[in-house]
Each structure stands twice: as C-alpha cells, then as structure tokens.
Nanobody, 124 residues
Framework: QVQLVESGGGLVQAGGSLRLSCAASGRTFSSYAMGWFRQVSGKEREFVAGITRSGGSTYYADSVKGRFTISRDNAKNTVTLQMNSLKPEDTAVYYC?????????????????WGQGTQVTVSS
C-alpha cells in the first residue's frame, strides 16, 4: 500500500507560481512511476505530468509544457510539481498518483494509488 498526501495548493494571480508537493509512504517509492493529474468539477480527470521511477524521464501534457516541471526525490519519498506562468485555465484540483510499474502513463486508470487532492485557483 502507498499513501499519498499533496500540499502546496492555494490561490495565485495569473502569471504567478506555485509548487505542489506529494509525500509518499512506504519503502518502495523508488519503484513507482509518479504522475500529476488535475480535475475541474464536472470534467474528467486529466493528465498533467509524469516521471519515471528513477526520475530520468518526464512527460507533460501540451497545455503545461514549458511552464510546469515535475521532479522527484527518492531519498525523501517526494514528488513535486513546479508550476510557473499560471493561467486561469490551470484552476483545478490537482492529484498526485503512483503507478506500480516504473514507467509513467497518461491514462488515469493505470495508476494504482491516489492522493486526496489539493486545490489550485488562478485568478485573472
């Protein structure tokens, strides 16, 4: 079992930055690929960014490419999402997810564990 706890959400003006963190329990964190997803009420949860278990490869949705950066620290069991140049359309609940395979996926149903989510609101 893996427990994930996100933090760092909040309210920010357009053009600003936020840094989301996800703390994972368990001794096998370095075995899991990690992903960040987001969801707006009434819409499907969508992929934002993914990172392999080693951190050697990352992948981003086109909508955030060049603005968001995913990284991980396997010694601290954490994964972060640095979000810059935020836009109002980035407003959503952001979720951290872990996948038992070491390679990330853009498909939400391929992730095994989820955090409770953290709200990000970008005002115009």
């Amino acid at each position: 079992q893996v427990q994930l706890v996100e933090s760092g959400g909040g309210l920010v003006q357009a053009g600003g930055s936020l840094r989301l963190s996800c703390a994972a329990s368990g001794r096998t964190f370095s075995s899991y690929a990690m992903g960040w997803f987001r969801q707006v009420s009434g819409k499907e949860r969508e992929f934002v960014a993914g990172i392999t278990r080693s951190g050697g490869s990352t992948y981003y949705a086109d909508s955030v490419k060049g603005r968001f950066t995913i990284s991980r620290d396997n010694a601290k069991n954490t994964v972060t999402l640095q979000m810059n140049s935020l836009k109002p359309e980035d407003t959503a609940v952001y979720y951290c997810a872990a996948r038992s395979l070491g390679v990330y996926s853009t498909r939400r149903y391929e992730y095994n564990w989820w955090g409770q989510g953290t709200q990000v609101t970008v005002s115009s």
